[in-house]
């Protein structure tokens, strides 16, 4: 078995590097305010990334993105983890993400969240949650259930990001089930959900 990484990623991989190197680690103390990367910053570092081809690296190519495989991605990823200029979690560098599940939109759904998202008019995020069990997956253990119903006071903190954005959630009824996959509705609507 080769472990060897492809030609093309050698290079990536070596650009990153100098990326990282040269222009993040010697102003990473400076770059955040808290978690969040400062927006004379972001803006700086979205632009670059967009020139060293890794913007949107995740998103398919059908809809403007990288379409990167998994295998780049982990070698942007390990690059970029080198420094501390960018914050480990929130808004990265890399342009809007999307969860997989709002890639199945269609029609009017499309229009409505997964675009505007994907042209950076609207975040989404992923809310987890279950009685007694808060979000870790580990002690989530409810039977199985046809409906769930998400208020402000369960997912406050996952909604907390911003009024009326596409929200993905899901649920494990026992650790050794399948996941159940739940509709994506606007935060501000508060209402049941159906397991699809």
Avoid: H
């Avoid at 080198?82 to 939109?105: F, K, Q, V």
Wanted: net charge neutral.
């Amino acid at each position: 078995m080769d472990f060897e990484l492809p030609e093309e990623l050698r290079i990536l991989k070596a650009t990153l590097r100098r990326f990282v190197d040269n222009e993040l680690i010697p102003i990473e103390r400076e770059t955040t305010n808290g978690e969040q990367l400062k927006p004379e910053y972001l803006e700086r570092f979205e632009r670059r990334a967009n020139e060293l081809g890794i913007w949107q690296l995740d998103v398919p190519t059908e809809y403007g993105g990288g379409g990167m495989s998994i295998l780049a991605r982990a070698v942007v990823w390990e690059e970029l983890s080198r420094t501390i200029a960018i914050p480990a979690r929130g808004e990265g560098i890399t342009g809007p993400s999307a969860r997989g599940i709002l890639y199945s939109l269609q029609g009017e759904m499309k229009e409505k969240y997964l675009l505007p998202l994907l042209r950076g008019e609207k975040k989404a995020c992923f809310a987890q949650t279950e009685p007694d069990a808060g979000s870790d997956p580990g002690s989530m253990r409810p039977p199985p259930c046809a409906t769930a119903i998400i208020t402000s006071s369960t997912a406050s903190s996952a909604l907390s990001l911003a009024p009326a954005m596409p929200i993905s959630c899901s649920s494990w009824s026992r650790p050794t089930a399948q996941r159940a996959r739940a509709a994506v509705f606007p935060a501000s609507s508060w209402t049941w959900m159906r397991r699809v």
